[in-house]
């Protein structure tokens, strides 16, 4: 167990699976107390148990992070809970994916409202306790289809606003000793981007190898290296970094 988060807490949303199940797990493995958030409390529960059972410090929540007042009271549990709110991964997603002429308003909205509006309400509950303590550590879950990725119109749009909501938050909670960075990570072999293989008639493992072909470094991320820059973010090795997007995505361009 490493120590660089010794006596901290943080909370890391869409925790139970994936680069969210990751990263808790490594903030945990470095000293943290962490909350795992999942919209399941039984799978956020699970991985808290398995975090426990290798030596760290967890819990699960449940909690729906498109809902304000379940967001708030989530946040408010966790402080009830541990005394403090140090750390906030706003890591929750989901993808509905289609072309733009097909696209439902349903989708559009299903996919903004949890991988963006989310992170507005994970972001407003947490800094009232960042401000009084003058001291915080955001991350936030871009990607690299901010840049554009056909029949992700949604997830593009979702994604883009969430390096815009960093850049803004890391200026007005700066002078509160609160850095607000964020992750964007590129092809990561996940459940998540398994699906859209499906979405594509395509198989996981195919899927992967076509985007190993097009990645400079021949091959996918795992959830653990996404994790490990999150985390790094999240510490205070990254003291004077605020208002940042990292790519992680293997050179690709």
């Given at each position: 167990m490493g120590s660089r988060f010794a006596g901290r807490v943080a909370i890391v949303t869409g925790g139970a699976q994936g680069i969210g199940a990751a990263t808790a797990k490594r903030l945990?493995?470095?000293?943290?107390?962490?909350?795992?958030?999942d919209l399941s409390v039984e799978k956020s529960a699970a991985l808290a148990k398995e975090i426990s059972a290798?030596?760290?410090?967890?819990?699960g929540y449940g909690c729906d992070v498109t809902d304000e007042a379940a967001v708030h009271a989530m946040t408010e549990?966790?402080?009830?809970?541990f005394g403090r709110l140090d750390v906030l991964i706003n890591n929750a997603g989901i993808?509905?994916?289609?072309?733009l002429y097909k696209m439902s308003a349903a989708d559009w909205h299903a996919v903004l409202n949890t991988n963006l509006t989310s992170m507005f309400y994970c972001c407003q509950a947490a800094q009232k306790h960042m401000v009084a303590g003058k001291?915080?550590?955001?991350?936030n879950l871009s990607s690299r289809s901010a840049l554009g990725n056909r029949g992700q119109v949604n997830y593009a749009a979702a994604k883009a606003g969430v390096q815009g909501l960093t850049a803004t938050l890391s200026i007005e909670l700066g002078p509160f000793n609160i850095c607000v960075n964020a992750v964007a990570p590129g092809y990561v072999a996940t459940a998540m981007t398994a699906a859209t293989a499906e979405r594509v008639g395509s198989s996981a493992e195919a899927h992967q190898k076509w985007a190993s072909e097009h990645t400079p470094l021949r091959r996918v991320?795992?959830?653990?290296?996404?994790?490990?820059?999150?985390?790094?973010?999240a510490s205070d090795?990254?003291?004077?970094?605020?208002?940042?997007?990292?790519?992680v995505n293997g050179g690709a361009r």
């Amino acid at each position: 167990m490493g120590s660089r988060f010794a006596g901290r807490v943080a909370i890391v949303t869409g925790g139970a699976q994936g680069i969210g199940a990751a990263t808790a797990k490594r903030l945990a493995s470095e000293g943290a107390t962490v909350a795992v958030v999942d919209l399941s409390v039984e799978k956020s529960a699970a991985l808290a148990k398995e975090i426990s059972a290798e030596g760290g410090t967890a819990a699960g929540y449940g909690c729906d992070v498109t809902d304000e007042a379940a967001v708030h009271a989530m946040t408010e549990q966790v402080v009830a809970d541990f005394g403090r709110l140090d750390v906030l991964i706003n890591n929750a997603g989901i993808t509905r994916d289609d072309l733009l002429y097909k696209m439902s308003a349903a989708d559009w909205h299903a996919v903004l409202n949890t991988n963006l509006t989310s992170m507005f309400y994970c972001c407003q509950a947490a800094q009232k306790h960042m401000v009084a303590g003058k001291y915080g550590k955001i991350v936030n879950l871009s990607s690299r289809s901010a840049l554009g990725n056909r029949g992700q119109v949604n997830y593009a749009a979702a994604k883009a606003g969430v390096q815009g909501l960093t850049a803004t938050l890391s200026i007005e909670l700066g002078p509160f000793n609160i850095c607000v960075n964020a992750v964007a990570p590129g092809y990561v072999a996940t459940a998540m981007t398994a699906a859209t293989a499906e979405r594509v008639g395509s198989s996981a493992e195919a899927h992967q190898k076509w985007a190993s072909e097009h990645t400079p470094l021949r091959r996918v991320a795992q959830p653990e290296e996404i994790a490990s820059v999150v985390a790094f973010l999240a510490s205070d090795d990254a003291s004077f970094v605020t208002g940042q997007t990292l790519y992680v995505n293997g050179g690709a361009r």
